[in-house]
């Protein structure tokens, strides 16, 4: 994302959210226009395919337009609600496809089966993902819940301070220690794979 769009999403004021929600027309293509590059990039990146992505997109601005989802000024930045929003509707739509493939490839007769692959997923993504997922469950668990909050939430630290009822410094030191025990961890299995 180059600087320019990120200066335009980190600056989208929260009273243009709150507008658009009521059907301001000049407001919401105001935040459309703030938005909407940093939004399908997420979804592209999550989704993998640029259909997809801006079907999420139209999505999600389609219910802001009809008042469906609202911006609360209390919860967050307008840009973090947006990319939260995105983000889950990406992920929800990821695993409902992941959930249909498993459908069609299970086996009539009940017997167990071993379940496909993400779409997009190689072996080698699939390898890392496995590592990621064995070096998450090896934190601690209030790292664990912290990184975890953060990425597939998109919250804050203060947001997440809030979420579990710590203090600001005790989630900043878990999201530190639990980071680089995953920066460490990926650097060795990283090295490892390259010796092979």
Same mark, same amino acid.
Request: charged fraction near 25%.
């Given at each position: 994302?180059?600087?320019?769009?990120?200066?335009?999403?980190?600056?989208?004021?929260?009273?243009?959210?709150?507008?658009?929600?009521? #059907?301001?027309?000049?407001?919401?293509?105001?935040?459309?226009?703030?938005?909407?590059?940093?939004?399908?990039?997420?979804? $592209?990146?999550?989704? #993998?395919?640029? =259909?997809?992505?801006?079907?999420? $997109?139209? =999505?999600?601005?389609? !219910?802001?337009?009809?008042?469906?989802?609202?911006?609360?000024?209390?919860?967050?930045?307008?840009?973090?609600?947006?990319?939260? %929003?995105?983000? @889950?509707?990406?992920?929800?739509?990821?695993?409902?496809?992941?959930?249909?493939?498993?459908?069609?490839? @299970?086996?009539? !007769?009940?017997?167990?089966?071993?379940?496909?692959?993400?779409?997009? &997923? @190689?072996?080698?993504?699939?390898?890392?993902?496995?590592?990621?997922?064995?070096?998450? &469950?090896? %934190?601690?668990?209030?790292?664990?819940?912290?990184? =975890?909050?953060?990425?597939?939430? #998109?919250?804050?630290?203060?947001?997440?301070?809030?979420?579990?009822?710590?203090?600001?410094?005790?989630?900043?030191?878990?999201?530190?220690?639990?980071?680089?025990?995953?920066?460490? @961890?990926?650097?060795?299995?990283? &090295?490892? !794979?390259?010796?092979?």
């Amino acid at each position: 994302m180059n600087t320019a769009t990120r200066y335009a999403a980190s600056t989208i004021d929260p009273k243009v959210a709150i507008q658009a929600g009521k #059907g301001d027309n000049s407001s919401f293509i105001q935040l459309y226009d703030q938005s909407s590059t940093i939004l399908f990039s997420l979804a $592209l990146r999550i989704l #993998g395919n640029r =259909e997809e992505a801006a079907d999420i $997109l139209q =999505e999600i601005y389609v !219910d802001i337009w009809k008042r469906a989802v609202r911006y609360d000024i209390g919860r967050g930045t307008p840009i973090a609600w947006l990319i939260t %929003l995105t983000r @889950s509707r990406a992920i929800d739509r990821l695993q409902a496809s992941h959930h249909q493939l498993r459908r069609q490839a @299970s086996p009539t !007769d009940g017997t167990d089966h071993v379940a496909m692959p993400g779409r997009f &997923e @190689s072996p080698a993504d699939q390898a890392l993902r496995t590592v990621i997922s064995k070096i998450l &469950e090896d %934190l601690p668990k209030a790292s664990r819940q912290a990184i =975890e909050l953060a990425y597939y939430e #998109g919250l804050l630290p203060a947001e997440i301070a809030a979420r579990v009822d710590q203090p600001l410094d005790a989630v900043l030191a878990r999201l530190k220690l639990g980071l680089s025990k995953l920066h460490k @961890s990926l650097e060795a299995y990283w &090295e490892q !794979d390259l010796s092979a």
